[in-house]
């Protein structure tokens, strides 16, 4: 047995592990070759190429690097279509895994895409060329399940890994003891985003809004987790150009722990709203881009929110305030209706349970019996 497997970042690395290590377990002789980070290769996987040569954000390096991603995938498809898998399986990374699962599977290899793209929330006429690419499509949550039913491609949702690691329950006591927090003070955690970009647009937004929600409840506590050593710098730059301190506390990583530690958070749009979600914390999700991006952008989108838990929950669960909504006034009111409401917080914590226990669904194992079912088939 031979299973190809391409990876093109670190997430998808993890998945990747996660799945290798469930399928050995069905099938013990089976080797795995392709491209993949650390975790894969250490649960096995030939990787033929590092995999952050295919790790590549923002169009400017992926142009710097066009030749050499077209180049990995050449000899991919040449290798694979001289050489056939029992079946290949592409991780995310969608633009360098669907063409090469459209040639694989034209050549007659079963092929299957872990990780659904976003095509039900914009350029939805993608559905074709996956439909062409892929026997089987393997999404992690349910309402993406649904689409791919609507068009009649063959598809499982295996639920998320994060809902199978993250507890039911957490306790904001001893999230607060680790990071040095009152017990007793509010806290909220604000989260402007991983990437510089996000950073520099949404730090001061937020600080702007905590600044509003001080005068409020003096008592406040405020904390940010910064994804890198890069983005705490910047935000500690920004923090220092401001007025009068906030005494914000700025931790680097750690991102679960301060968002368990919060009585609200603050946040960015991106998948950091499903980890609140699964942790439980009220949140507001924010986000800024320029103008013309922001207006290309709701043309495209076919789908009335952005954010995860309310895509989910098929309903506005959480306030979303994008683009000209997003000002330090609204931010800071939508906030403070969860400090100053508990019953709106408590509610919120029985909407998320529930969305959790849906998506709770042993994904390693369910990704690797799939996968099964699929090359058992005729």
Not at 256 to 268: E, P
């Amino acid at each position: 047995m031979r299973i190809a497997i391409v990876a093109g970042e670190t997430s998808g690395d993890m998945l990747g592990a996660g799945l290798i290590s469930e399928l050995k377990k069905q099938f013990p002789e089976a080797c795995f070759e392709g491209v993949g980070g650390p975790l894969m290769e250490q649960q096995g996987l030939h990787s033929f190429f590092p995999m952050e040569r295919l790790a590549v954000m923002g169009l400017i390096e992926i142009l710097g690097r066009l030749f050499e991603i077209i180049k990995i995938r050449r000899f991919l498809v040449k290798y694979w279509l001289k050489n056939p898998p029992d079946i290949f399986i592409g991780i995310d990374a969608p633009d360098f895994n669907l063409g090469l699962e459209e040639k694989l599977k034209k050549a007659g290899i079963k092929t299957a895409h872990y990780v659904s793209p976003s095509v039900w929330m914009w350029r939805q006429k993608r559905i074709f060329k996956i439909a062409r690419s892929v026997d089987l499509m393997l999404t992690l949550f349910p309402f993406e399940a649904q689409f791919y039913k609507d068009h009649n491609v063959p598809v499982a949702c295996v639920g998320h890994h994060l809902a199978d690691k993250i507890p039911l329950t957490t306790s904001n006591v001893s999230a607060r003891k680790y990071l040095g927090l009152e017990q007793e003070f509010p806290v909220v955690c604000l989260m402007p985003g991983s990437r510089a970009g996000e950073v520099s647009k949404l730090t001061q937004i937020f600080l702007d809004s905590a600044k509003l929600m001080l005068k409020e409840l003096p008592e406040l506590q405020l904390i940010i987790p910064a994804a890198n050593p890069e983005r705490k710098a910047q935000i500690e730059a920004i923090i220092a150009a401001q007025d009068q301190s906030l005494g914000v506390t700025v931790v680097e990583g750690k991102a679960q722990q301060c968002m368990a530690a919060a009585d609200a958070v603050l946040i960015a749009s991106g998948t950091a709203t499903l980890e609140g979600l699964l942790i439980k914390r009220p949140m507001v999700v924010s986000y800024v881009v320029s103008n013309l991006t922001f207006q290309i952008i709701k043309r495209m989108v076919t789908r009335p929110w952005v954010s995860l838990p309310n895509l989910l929950a098929n309903k506005e669960l959480i306030p979303e305030l994008l683009q000209n909504d997003a000002t330090p006034e609204k931010l800071a009111a939508a906030v403070l209706n969860y400090l100053q409401n508990p019953a709106k917080a408590e509610a919120l914590n029985s909407a998320f349970t529930d969305i959790h226990l849906d998506i709770k669904r042993d994904a390693d194992k369910s990704a690797a019996q799939a996968i099964t079912k699929l090359l058992q088939s005729s």
